[in-house]
Structure formats: C-alpha cells, structure tokens
C-alpha cells in the first residue's frame, strides 16, 4: 500500500497550510492532490508536492470501502474521515 493512495491522510508541512489535516485524493510522481471537505472539496483539491506533506498511514475505511465500491463520496466523507481521525490521534496522546 502507498502512502500517497485515496483516502491516506496527509498532514501539511509547509505553506499557509502548514499542520493542516488533509485527505489524498490522488498523486501523480511529483504532486499530491489534498482534500479536507470544506476549503479543499473534492471538486478543487489542494495541489502540494510530495516533499512538502507528511502522509500518515491511517486511512479512514468506510471513504476507503465506498471508493472500492465505485460508490459517490461526498465533502461530508471526508469531514468526518478527518474528524475520526483527530479524535482517534487525541485519544492516543
């Protein structure tokens, strides 16, 4: 499994962004295209290179199983993929 695959989450390690959660929704060899659901949609994804993310290895497995699917994902997917995420993070700190 690659860390830059849909669904992995991403945190910004550079830019206005930086410490920013984000959701991969695809890369190519230079760039990783970001969402969060609500300044980054899945219509205008962020557009970062690689270097400047850190891809966490968590991925939120309902976005995940409705993308194997072929089912519609929707902002709110992956507001709460990022929020799950959070929570779960705080709870083991």
Known sequence: MSLYEFGNIAVSKAGH???EVFVI???DSEYVYLM???NRTLEKPK???R???QSI???DEKLSQRYAN???IINEDVKRAI???KTKKCSHS
Request: hydrophobic share 10%; glycine share 8%.
């Open 51 to 53: 270097k400047h993310i």
């Open 17 to 19: 962004d930086k410490g």
């Open 57 to 59: 290895q968590y991925t």
């Open 83 to 85: 929020k799950l995420y």
């Open 47 to 49: 557009k970062k290179k």
């Open 70 to 72: 072929q089912e519609k």
């Open 36 to 38: 969060d659901g609500k």
């Open 25 to 27: 929704l695809k890369s």
